[in-house]
């Protein structure tokens, strides 16, 4: 993979993560908060804490993360320490600007009792995420010898660096920047009359093992293969960037590069245009990834365990009247749907019926994603056809 220089760009991002997600929100703080909760963690912040009642238990924080729905910090009960007794609260801290210990109190929640060396993820998922600075605060459990207290990292939001309203006012972007996306080549054109603008074009490889489904998805794990980062300015450009072998996703987006997507992907305020498929064969054919056969009207298939729910179809297709099948069941233009069977599969194995056409030539296919109900002369993509069968075969 070639090294490329990128530019720095002051696109948003949060402090963990160089990444934004929520989309511009010009709100303010929703007048209510689960007071309740922090309520049960007030005495651990009392002077009244008797250290021979400690569980000892430690907590840390360990991570903190920009999520699809808000923001989160890990915690973790030591390695060594003893499993806690009990709960302990939890709060967020909010400021406009500078240290959010601060600020006011924007959420509070619970942490669970954790055995020794587990951890906790704690969420704050407000219906809009405004700008500013964020910290999540944990208490001890009663009697810690230490300040009953810790803090979590500060994550920095801000949604609207690097938009003007003019861009923000104008969605969507493939629109917008009359845009086109093709395998490894973007095409995209900055209006006359606009700033100049950071803009991205990466290719991303999927995890090994990973079978891209609808949208791309999914996204969390793929990281990026190579890059393009530049400032543009009004007019027309192509751009290009190699692909890996096997899976890709190609992504153009505002901002400066992501080098690994999470589950939310690119946020909705940055993506201009994409891009997805494969690069050369599949380096394990689908119909052994799934264990696949297809024998007339009856396919049987397993989601291997540890992967993502995937959309399956399975269609019976009927050929044009007087057509014979050749190799590999060609020609496949004109095939029609003739029956189908369309659902999500988790991990498991499974078997599937569709009928057949009472007369003439049939095909059945076993594929990823949604009903094609009309073939082209190309048949299926080939990163999305898994297994398959004909009638009548030519001897």
């Known amino acids: 993979m070639k090294k490329l220089t990128k530019l720095s760009a002051g696109i948003i991002t949060a402090t963990l993560l160089s990444i934004s997600f929520i989309q511009p929100v010009h709100t303010t703080f929703a007048a209510s908060i689960k007071n309740e909760q922090a309520e049960k963690g007030s005495y651990q912040n009392g002077s009244k804490q008797n250290k021979s009642s400690w569980d000892k238990s430690s907590l840390s924080f360990i991570s903190e993360n920009v999520t699809c729905t808000g923001i989160s910090a890990t ?22 600007n ?22 906790h993820e704690l969420t704050y998922t407000p219906e809009k995420l405004i700008d500013g600075n964020y910290m999540f605060k944990a208490y001890q459990r009663p009697g810690h010898p230490g300040k009953g207290e810790l803090w979590s990292n500060s994550i920095k939001i801000n949604n609207d660096a690097g938009l003007t309203g003019e861009i923000e006012s104008q969605r969507p972007f493939d629109q917008f920047f009359n845009s086109s996306v093709n395998k490894g080549t973007a095409t995209f054109t900055v209006p006359e009359g606009m700033d100049p603008i950071v803009i991205s074009f990466t290719s991303y490889s999927y995890p090994e093992g990973t079978v891209p489904q609808e949208d791309g998805k999914p996204y969390e794990g793929q990281t990026s293969f190579d890059n393009v980062t530049n400032i543009y300015g009004p007019g027309t450009y192509t751009i290009q960037v190699d692909l ?4 890709y996703q190609t992504d153009l987006y505002i901002g400066a590069e992501l080098e690994k997507l999470t589950q939310c992907g690119h946020p909705m305020d940055k993506i201009i245009d994409a891009d997805y498929g494969l690069n050369g064969e599949p380096e394990r054919p689908l119909d052994q990834y799934f264990h696949s056969t297809v024998d007339k009207g009856t396919a049987t298939f397993t989601v291997p365990d540890g992967s993502n729910p995937i959309e399956i179809s399975f269609t019976s297709y009927a050929y044009p009247e007087g057509t014979v099948p050749q190799e590999d069941g060609k020609p496949y233009e004109g095939q029609t749907a003739y029956d189908n069977v369309t659902n999500v599969y988790g991990p498991g194995t499974y078997t599937i019926n569709v009928d057949i056409p009472e007369n003439g030539s049939f095909q059945t296919d076993l594929y990823i994603g949604p009903v094609i109900e009309r073939l082209t002369e190309a048949g299926h993509p080939i990163e999305k056809i898994i297994d398959a069968d004909y009638d009548p075969k030519t001897e």
Do not use: R
């Open 75 to 96: 915690i973790k009960n030591g390695q060594d320490s003893q499993a806690m007794q009990g709960e302990v609260a939890y709060e967020v801290y909010w400021s406009a």
């Open 98 to 119: 500078g240290n959010p210990k601060d600020g006011e109190v924007v959420y509070s929640g619970v942490v669970n009792a954790l055995p020794s060396g587990e951890t």
């Open 244 to 247: 890996p072998n096997g899976y």
